[in-house]
């Protein structure tokens, strides 16, 4: 039988993770046109509203039926605006692990919700899932991604050399450039002292490296 992650929504002091929905087509499609989003993801430039609402209507609901992950829209608690997206990938559930990623909307950067949101997704997989390994992958180049997986306790694992596959702008439109995935990973005991070091420190700029 096939396990599956659950409907859930999780809160934390600013944040509610919950499923993406209908109404979050627009920002989800705006916050995918960024540049910095496109350069560290392969989603479709420009992307377009119907491929937001693909995404939220069949792909994002198959990938949980069929247990492979979880895509969850990260709304800011006080206005209900989206301000990113976490996504778990690639979950083996007898090994108990999945695979990490976020973006997070241009306009929302530097106030630390990527370190927020996948530290509360964190929590809830390895308390409420049971789950025992997270693993995230930052290209060798995206420093900001790097700065949230250290920033939420994960311990890098080594370099994946040629692994990855970004994109930069040229004149004639984007272009793919390979380099190097950092592995990281989290364990449960990893998250000791994680949630202190958010609220000790600024926020700063993120965004995903989703591959």
Not at 53 to 59: Q, S, T
């Amino acid at each position: 039988m096939t396990s599956t992650f659950p409907d859930i929504s999780i809160s934390t002091e600013r944040l509610v993770l919950r499923p993406l929905d209908e109404e979050d087509v627009p920002a989800l499609a705006a916050m995918m046109n960024d540049e910095q989003v496109a350069a560290w993801t392969h989603v479709p430039q420009p992307f377009t509203e119907a491929e937001a609402g693909a995404w939220i209507g069949e792909y994002a609901r198959a990938e949980r039926t069929a247990g492979r992950g979880l895509d969850l829209a990260v709304t800011e608690f006080l206005t209900q605006r989206l301000v990113g997206v976490i996504r778990l990938a690639k979950t083996n559930w007898h090994v108990r692990s999945t695979e990490l990623s976020y973006i997070v909307a241009p306009w929302a950067r530097g106030e630390g919700y990527a370190s927020e949101a996948a530290l509360a997704t964190a929590q809830w997989l390895f308390g409420d899932q049971k789950f025992e390994r997270v693993e995230l992958r930052t290209a060798a180049d995206n420093t900001a991604s790097q700065q949230v997986a250290q920033k939420i306790g994960c311990i890098s694992e080594g370099v994946l050399r040629n692994a990855c596959m970004a994109r930069v702008r040229t004149d004639d439109g984007w272009t793919d450039v390979r380099t190097d995935f950092i592995v990281w990973s989290l364990l449960p005991e990893d998250l000791e002292g994680a949630a202190g070091q958010l609220t000790d420190n600024d926020g700063f700029t993120t965004f995903t490296d989703w591959n």
